[in-house]
């Protein structure tokens, strides 16, 4: 006698239930189906079925579980090879050495970029301390335990922040940053105001942003206002101050006591064209994201 069980198994005799079941998906339904099906056969024999379906069903998910794994590790690789390893070995770093107990950094934000692969990113540079010179990097170092004081020159236009809780200055000294604007003829429309907070949400004035996640620095930076935004944007980098609206922003930190390597980047989505801004420039070193190396004093 030949049966066709709910379960997809075939039958002649119980020397032949080793004709198993084979659904692609083997579940809980499935074992629940095939006891139903062969209880009256006894226990033994079902044991030895439900046994042989469970080794299966634990073998599928193990093989995907390791499939899994192995494409999150590939695209981790990747992204530390393309993104992050081949550009810390072709960056220059600007050393910033102290003086007095304090050091200088100096960076400016821009809308575009003067590199041949992507001129079209939004990105930052960095003064050396030495020359003056902008470089095209995000890369400087800094001696541990020494105040910071970071000046950003603001040329990019203005963009609301995605999470209004970025306006608030985070992590600097006293909690505030100084901030002077100016129009494209050098004159001040804002003048040294010292302020914790830079209310994107309530005027079109915040370009960027600068942060230090792992040292609670979240710093909103200042940008020419939405008139002078949609009209007179500096637009070959690197910019300078003439004939260019901008904003001028200071502030200072203490670099921490222990050495070592830590990630700074903008918290604003200005990775156009990338899946809600947040690729591009924003992931890639020498763009919107850097690293300040604490060196021993």
């Given at each position: 006698?030949?049966?066709?069980l709910?379960?997809?198994?075939?039958?002649?005799?119980?020397?032949?239930?080793?004709?198993?079941?084979?659904?692609?998906a083997?579940?809980?339904?499935?074992?629940?189906?095939?006891?139903?099906?062969?209880?009256?056969?006894?226990?033994?024999?079902?044991?030895?079925?439900?046994?042989?379906?469970?080794?299966?069903?634990?073998?599928?998910?193990?093989?995907?579980?390791?499939?899994?794994?192995?494409?999150?590790?590939?695209?981790?690789?990747f992204?530390?090879?393309?993104?992050?390893?081949?550009?810390?070995?072709?960056?220059?770093?600007?050393?910033?050495?102290?003086?007095?107990?304090?050091?200088?950094?100096?960076?400016?934000?821009?809308?575009?970029?003067?590199?041949?692969?992507?001129?079209?990113?939004?990105?930052?540079?960095?003064?050396?301390?030495?020359?003056?010179q902008?470089?095209?990097?995000?890369?400087?170092s800094?001696?541990?335990?020494?105040?910071?004081?970071?000046?950003?020159?603001?040329?990019?236009?203005?963009?609301?922040?995605?999470?209004?809780?970025?306006?608030?200055?985070q992590?600097?000294?006293?909690?505030?940053?100084?901030?002077?604007?100016?129009?494209?003829?050098?004159?001040?429309?804002?003048?040294?105001?010292?302020t914790?907070?830079?209310?994107?949400?309530?005027?079109?004035?915040?370009?960027?942003?600068?942060?230090?996640?792992?040292?609670?620095?979240?710093?909103?930076?200042?940008?020419?206002?939405?008139?002078?935004?949609?009209?007179?944007?500096?637009?070959?980098?690197?910019?300078?101050?003439?004939?260019?609206?901008?904003?001028?922003?200071?502030?200072?930190?203490?670099?921490?006591?222990?050495?070592?390597?830590?990630?700074?980047?903008?918290?604003?989505?200005?990775?156009?064209?990338?899946?809600?801004?947040?690729?591009?420039?924003?992931?890639?070193?020498?763009?919107?994201?850097?690293?300040?190396?604490?060196?021993?004093?």
């Amino acid at each position: 006698m030949t049966e066709l069980l709910p379960c997809g198994a075939r039958w002649e005799h119980k020397e032949i239930l080793h004709h198993r079941c084979y659904r692609p998906a083997v579940t809980v339904r499935l074992l629940a189906e095939c006891d139903l099906a062969f209880r009256w056969q006894g226990p033994l024999l079902l044991r030895g079925l439900r046994s042989e379906v469970v080794r299966v069903s634990v073998a599928a998910r193990a093989a995907a579980l390791i499939v899994a794994f192995l494409c999150v590790v590939g695209v981790g690789v990747f992204v530390a090879v393309y993104y992050i390893g081949s550009a810390t070995t072709q960056l220059p770093i600007v050393h910033y050495t102290a003086s007095s107990g304090q050091v200088n950094v100096v960076l400016q934000e821009d809308a575009q970029n003067d590199s041949a692969t992507k001129p079209d990113w939004v990105s930052y540079y960095t003064q050396d301390q030495s020359t003056k010179q902008w470089l095209h990097t995000t890369l400087f170092s800094v001696p541990a335990n020494t105040k910071v004081n970071v000046t950003i020159y603001g040329y990019d236009g203005c963009t609301p922040l995605r999470n209004n809780y970025f306006s608030q200055v985070q992590g600097t000294l006293g909690g505030t940053v100084n901030v002077t604007q100016f129009d494209e003829h050098g004159k001040q429309y804002v003048t040294n105001k010292t302020t914790s907070l830079i209310n994107s949400w309530s005027d079109c004035n915040v370009g960027h942003s600068f942060a230090i996640p792992e040292l609670g620095i979240f710093v909103p930076v200042a940008s020419p206002n939405a008139q002078l935004s949609a009209n007179n944007l500096c637009s070959s980098s690197p910019c300078t101050t003439a004939g260019n609206p901008y904003a001028l922003e200071t502030f200072s930190f203490m670099s921490p006591k222990a050495t070592g390597t830590y990630r700074w980047q903008c918290f604003v989505p200005c990775g156009g064209g990338y899946l809600d801004g947040n690729s591009g420039p924003m992931q890639t070193l020498g763009f919107m994201m850097g690293e300040m190396d604490v060196v021993s004093s």
